[in-house]
Nanobody, 124 residues
């Protein structure tokens, strides 16, 4: 039973990456899913969230217009498409399954499963 995050790597400023979060051994389709970022020396903060159906999304202000969160419930996978990447996007990205169907506050008690994280490095 786990969430597996993948797709991180090194990219130059202005580049793109697509992160994937796939659920194994647990139900994904009736839960909201969030992506978090933990930059070096900083706290883990939510950058994007998607409700159970994919009909509602949330983006943190610094990634609006550059990141897109989507999901494929048939494949038990949530994606984070990241475009126009900046050095400040560098960090470890984690996905987390909410206990709720709908997007709610990013309180740690709202999540029951976390992925292990995938490192994104944006530099020239």
């Amino acid at each position: 039973v786990q969430l597996q995050a993948s797709g991180g790597g090194w990219v130059q400023p202005g580049g793109s990456l697509r992160l994937s979060c796939t659920a194994y051994g647990l139900t994904f389709s009736n839960h909201a899913v969030d992506w978090f970022r933990q930059a070096p020396g900083k706290e883990r903060d939510v950058v994007a969230a998607i409700n159970w159906s994919g009909g509602t999304t949330y983006y943190e202000d610094s990634v609006k217009g550059r990141f897109t969160i989507s999901r494929d419930n048939a494949r038990n996978t949530v994606f984070l498409h990241m475009n126009s990447l900046k050095p400040e996007d560098t960090g470890v990205y984690y996905c987390a399954r909410s206990v709720e169907k709908y997007i709610s506050t990013a309180d740690p008690s709202n999540y029951d499963y976390w992925g292990h994280g995938t490192l994104v490095t944006v530099s020239s």
